[in-house]
């Protein structure tokens, strides 16, 4: 199990420049001297995010970038919102396990294992339909996804092991890099005519 140091100290505070200030783990370490309580403090998290997108669905993060205070502490968490049918797609984080809080509403929800040892196995999918007060781990860097089954908004809290667990949307990344990958390599990778790759890669991939 991937494991962050134990801070050797109370709390390093990111800041956002490294003028005479300490590098620790990402970030630069406000003088402790200088820290203040709004340091830690993070709000407005009560506040809807906005689904009006492709997805239907809105993340809301409170990681070290929007709360300094969480720098070496290994915690973070996220606001998810869905609008009927919305989806959270296919996604990633590779520095954290997620445990995720049905609020309101019903999800569907799951994760891929990674590649099975035996070449003859397929990665297994577990999914579960969540309603009200159910809680589901995605474990650390493994694919999952969640969607809207029902007809009204659903809220759900994602806690995090990490102050900065990433994220890395599988589609965006494949077809929405900058520069875009060789469509002769996903078309081969893929199985597909190349066609249909430049038409993937044509479209606007926004990161949620």
């Given at each position: 199990?991937?494991?962050?140091?134990t801070?050797?100290?109370d709390?390093?505070?990111?800041?956002?420049?490294?003028?005479?200030?300490?590098f620790?783990?990402?970030?630069?370490?406000?003088?402790p001297?200088?820290?203040?309580?709004?340091?830690?403090?993070?709000?407005?998290?009560?506040?809807?995010?906005?689904?009006?997108?492709q997805?239907?669905?809105?993340?809301?993060a409170?990681?070290?970038?929007?709360?300094?205070?969480?720098?070496?502490l290994?915690v973070?968490?996220?606001?998810?919102?869905f609008?009927?049918?919305?989806?959270n797609?296919?996604?990633?984080?590779?520095?954290?396990?997620?445990?995720?809080?049905?609020?309101?509403?019903?999800l569907?929800v799951?994760?891929?294992?990674?590649?099975?040892?035996?070449?003859n196995?397929?990665?297994?999918?577990?999914?579960?339909?969540?309603?009200?007060?159910?809680?589901f781990?995605?474990?650390?860097g493994?694919?999952?996804?969640?969607?809207?089954?029902?007809?009204?908004?659903a809220?759900?809290?994602?806690?995090?092991?990490?102050?900065?667990p990433?994220?890395?949307?599988?589609?965006?990344?494949?077809?929405?890099?900058?520069?875009?990958?060789?469509p002769?390599?996903?078309?081969?990778?893929?199985?597909?005519?190349?066609?249909?790759?430049?038409?993937l890669?044509?479209?606007?991939?926004?990161?949620?």
């Amino acid at each position: 199990m991937q494991q962050i140091p134990t801070p050797l100290q109370d709390f390093c505070v990111a800041l956002p420049d490294n003028k005479s200030d300490v590098f620790v783990n990402g970030e630069f370490c406000k003088d402790p001297n200088l820290v203040v309580a709004e340091d830690f403090l993070f709000q407005g998290l009560n506040i809807p995010g906005n689904t009006s997108n492709q997805l239907g669905s809105a993340v809301t993060a409170v990681n070290v970038n929007q709360l300094p205070g969480l720098n070496t502490l290994g915690v973070s968490l996220a606001r998810l919102d869905f609008a009927p049918y919305g989806l959270n797609p296919p996604h990633t984080h590779p520095r954290a396990t997620e445990a995720f809080l049905l609020l309101e509403g019903a999800l569907y929800v799951g994760f891929v294992t990674s590649n099975p040892a035996n070449a003859n196995q397929r990665n297994k999918l577990f999914t579960k339909y969540l309603k009200a007060g159910d809680v589901f781990v995605f474990p650390q860097g493994l694919i999952h996804f969640q969607i809207n089954v029902g007809k009204t908004n659903a809220v759900a809290f994602a806690g995090f092991g990490s102050q900065n667990p990433g994220v890395i949307t599988i589609a965006n990344a494949v077809f929405g890099s900058d520069p875009k990958i060789n469509p002769d390599v996903l078309a081969k990778a893929f199985q597909v005519e190349k066609n249909i790759i430049d038409y993937l890669q044509a479209q606007f991939w926004p990161n949620n």
